[in-house]
Every structure is written in C-alpha cells, then in structure tokens.
C-alpha cells in the first residue's frame, strides 16, 4: 500500500468485537522475585533477617518505616508489633503538633473555598513539634537493641535509621480510601470529612508535603513497601525499585488508567475499556496523569504498584528531556485523559484561569490550557466554544448568576455551538468558555492542571451526591477571554490543522495547539513504518485509530512494545529515535496516532 492510499481522516472499517485495551499495564523490571517478598509472612521473616544481620556487627539497630498519607495506619503498626521482634517501638505520631494547631497552620492553603485551596510551601517538619521531636530522638538514640520507628514523616524526624521502609501510595487508591471515610489528612483525625475535603487537604497540602518530603529519601530507600491491596503487601528492595524507575525512563511504557463514573459520564468506555457493565456509566478515564497514576513493576511473579510520580522524582531528565525539566522542574506537564458523554450529558458550561490568575490564586506556575481530541462521535455531537459575536458579557454573567435561581440559561444565545465529528481537534486555550456536549468521546490533550475548572453553569442537574455542583462564576467571570468569538474561535480553534510531512506509507499533520498553549500535537496516519524522534523531551501519544500498533527502537536500545486502541503511552526523552507501525491484527489497516510534546 503506498502512501496515496492514505487519506487522512478517513476511518477504518473495522468492528471492535472484543476490547483488547490493557487495564493493567506492568512493567517487567527483573526476572525472578529474588528482591521481592510478598504477604506479611515474608515480609515480615525479610525483615527481621536484615536486623539480624545488622546486629551481627553493632549492638543497636533502627528500621525506619516512614509513610506517606492514606496508609492504613493501624492495621500497618499492628502487623509491625506483632510479626517484629523489637525492644523498642516509636511512633513519630506522638510528637506530632497539637491538631488544632495544625489545622490553623494548614487553614491559608486550605481555605473556605469548597474546591480550590492554594498550593501549599508547607515542610513535614512544621508538623511537629520541636521539643517532642528531640525528646524522640534522644529516646532513639539511646535505643538499646532493635527500635522500630513509624510513622509520617519519620525519617524527617529521627534521620533514615540503619534500614529505611518506605510505605508508599498511589494517589487513586488514596481517593477510594478517602471516599470510604477509612483515612485521615496528615496530622488530624478527619476521616469523617466528606471526601471533596479531605481531596482538597490532599492535593494542595498533604501530597505536596510529603511528596517533597519523598524525594529526600528515594535514594536511601532500602525497601518500599506497598499496601495499595491491603491483604496483598508487597516489600521490594530500594535497589530494585531504582533500577525499575531507570528502566521505564529509557523506553516507551504505559501508567495505570484509572476509571470514574459521573454525572454527565457515557456508555463507551465500557465497551472499548472493558469495564464493569452493570455500573452506571464512566465519565473520566485518568491515563496519562502521572501525578495521580501509578506505575506497576513486575518482579518476577509479582507486581508492585507505586505512583508514577516517582519517576519524574527520580529521573527527571532522562524523562522529561533538559529543556522541559529546565521549564517545569520535577513535574509533567502534559496530561491525557478521556472524557465519555456517550449516551451521557454534557459536561458544565466551564473555563480555565489564565496563567496570571492560577498563581495569584492558586499558587500554580502553569494553567490549565486544554484540547478535546475526538475520538469518537455520533451525529449529533456537539463542542460550546467561544462567544458569540457582539454579546453583552455583563448580561451573560448577569444571566448566569440569575440561572442559579431560575434554573434556566440560555447557553445557545451567548456561546457557540459547533458540531463536531471523529477526529476533530478543538482548542481550548484557558479563558475560552468551552463545553463538550453528549454523545462524544473526548481525548483531553493538555496542560497537567486539572482541577481548575470554572463551572459556569450546570445545565440545572445534580452532582453524583445529589447536590449541585459547585459555580464558579465569581472567578470566571474574570478569566473568560470576550474577544474569543465566533470568526476567531472557528478560525483558530477548531481544526486548524495542517499537512506537514509525509513517508512511505505515512502522513504527519500538525493539528494544534494554539499559539498561546505550549502543547504541540502531531497526528500520523500510517500503514507503513512511521519514523518518531523525541526531540528530547518527552513524548504522550494514544492510538487513535487501529486495532494495535508497535513501537520499536532502530537500535534495539528498548524492547518492542505494543499498543492497542485508545491506550496512551509515553516516550521518555531519552529514547531519541522509535518507529511506530501496525502490528498484528492491524497489518495491512491505516493507523493513527496523535503525539504531543512541549514546544521548544
Ligand atoms: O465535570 P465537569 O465540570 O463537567 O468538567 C469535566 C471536565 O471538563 C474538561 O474540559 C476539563 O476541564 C476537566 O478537567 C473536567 O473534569
């Protein structure tokens, strides 16, 4: 098939029978579980071995079991108790500052607002207090025997100890724990709390906190500990977690999708995700958030989970590429996720802060500039975007707030509805009033912030907990872009894609972002053998059309990797040159894949 076979949008006439979409993406870092050990049984016998050799040549041994937020707390000090032989037993807990301290200390960050708090420059340290941390220290270090020592925060309280366990937690499981009221936020008792609280307390204080906290110990981690499953405990050594996060950084890999029902959420996912299908319906599919997602690490016959946020911690360069790291430090600023309104709703009448307004108000050094890919669609598919010419912004602000009374809005007079089909791009700047309407599947290309929505109007229905959402008006009415209307939005919004290159059996277009976004997305359609080059810095790509491709070094530098439809994977920097083409079932079939990456 040469290259005049290509048609670029043209879709492929296939039928998905069976979803081969791979839930559970795990990594093989080792061959055998030699470093590994899981149950309590044999964690707990690993242990206590390397104690025993410790003491073989110093009379007094610390093990540091330090933690992040959301662990079972006392289920994990119990287990240590009772499998662990000690002479003394610490709990960092107990030095902690009294909670009604804490909660004012955190109150600035926290805030009144039911959604937003502000980033917080909180240290782990400012949780305790001073003279209960030097009366553990001393009682540490005059320890006769074995101490064990746990909690939050405890190596920042006593140093790293002779063996230091890290007891890490991946960010969704944090959430469904928080949902089920079973956690606390860090250094109160607030398990009660609903769980959009507790989400607020984590994101902008506790995570940033101990995620700082988390980078200090990653090289002096001697085991990680992993708790994600409660009944299936997993401790692998700190080596082999290193040399985990090394490799996944030098070739393609994929982070662990997590799936969310919602009010406005579709029938899709269901069907190409393989999901439940007695639930209601999902509405976001999280697939390439590495500050939420998590990574899975095999070892021989085992499979950890750790959050994917310690690669961009502990590589940063080779992931991200110099330029990119230079620009966002340890962070990763591109997020995929899916959006399913099939047979849904629409989701809310919303805007974005501008890049100003998210660091006066929130702290952040970036926005959350936006795109929807349209990954699938039916007829009467529709995207609300940018103003229409000549509107009256104080009347549509006016009316907006009136709709919270009335119920009613009439979305149609003031914003643009433009019908959309499979495969377009629509480009969402921050400040642009956007809405993709139901009967869409949208593949969101954009900037990492992602919970800086501004809903403007809700379309008069009800959150998943029988209340209404939460408006925002007072704060869009001061980010959305007026001049963003109807010529220039269909102008430099909608499509505005470009033929750039093309190959043996390959066609690349430019298809966005906006100017003013610092995303750039590429699209390939392809049956032959697409040439990729990471340009050093990261690369995000999903297969947006086609069955299964594989993505190859021409130097061999990583093994081949397969990926099927609708799965996002991630090119680090480092791995320069890579192929993409169809594979298997795909041979022979036009492909696609839309890639994005930080401009330079
Ligand atoms: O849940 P609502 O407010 O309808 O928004 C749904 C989604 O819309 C998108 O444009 C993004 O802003 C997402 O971050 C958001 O989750």
Known sequence: MDRSDLVAGAEVNETRITSNYDKHPAIRVEATDENCWAGWKHISTQLQKHVNERRQYQPNVVLVVDCYQGVYWESLEKTLRDTLEYDSFVV????????????????????????????????????????????????????????????????????????????????????LRMRRHEVNNLGVQNQQATFSQQYKQGFFIDWRVLDRHKQTLMDSWDYVLDTNKHNEPKLVRGTSIRQ????????????????????????????????????????????????????????????????????????????LGQHVYQRFGREFPIRFDFLDTMEGGNLSLQVHPTKEYIKEHFGLDYTQDESYYMLDTREDAVVYLGTKNGIDPTEMIDKLREAQQTSRFDAEKYVNKWPVKKHDHVLIPAGTVHCSGRNSMVLEISATPYIFTFKLWDWDRLGLDGKPRPIHIDHGEKVIQWDRQTEWTKKNLINAIEKIGEGDGWIEE???????????????????????????????????????????????????????????????????????????????????????????
């Open 92 to 175: 960092t807990r107990t030095a902690y500052k009294e909670e009604e301290d804490i909660r004012e200390m955190v109150y600035p960050y926290l805030t009144d607002d039911r959604v937003f708090g502000k980033l917080t420059s909180l240290e782990i340290q400012d949780y305790f207090d001073p003279k209960a941390v030097e009366t553990l220290k001393k009682q540490v270090a005059s320890g006769q025997g074995v101490t064990v020592v746990v909690g939050e925060g405890a190596a920042a309280v006593v140093g790293h100890g002779d063996i230091l366990v890290y007891v890490d937690m991946a960010r969704w499981e944090i959430q």
């Open 244 to 319: 985990g996060l090394k490799l996944v950084s030098n070739k393609p890999f994929r982070v662990v999708p997590f799936f969310d029902p919602g009010p406005w959420g579709g029938q899709w996912m269901k069907e190409v995700c393989d999901l439940d299908k007695s639930a209601e319906n999902y509405a976001w599919c999280f697939d390439c958030v590495p500050e939420e997602n998590s990574l899975l690490l095999r070892f021989g016959q085992h499979v950890v989970e750790i959050p994917s946020i310690n690669l961009v911690f502990a590589y940063p360069q080779s992931l």
């Open 510 to 600: 430019k298809t966005g972002l906006h100017a003013s976004q610092f995303i750039e997305t590429r699209r390939h359609w392809f049956t032959g053998t697409v040439p990729h080059h990471t340009g050093n810095t990261v690369n995000v790509l999903n297969l947006i059309e086609g069955r299964e491709a594989i993505v190859e070094s021409p130097s061999g530098a990583f093994e081949p990797f397969v990926v099927h439809y609708a799965e996002t994977f991630i090119v680090p920097a480092a791995v320069g040159e890579y192929t993409v083409r169809p594979h298997g079932e795909s041979v022979g079939q036009q492909c696609a894949t839309i890639k994005a990456f930080v401009r330079n």
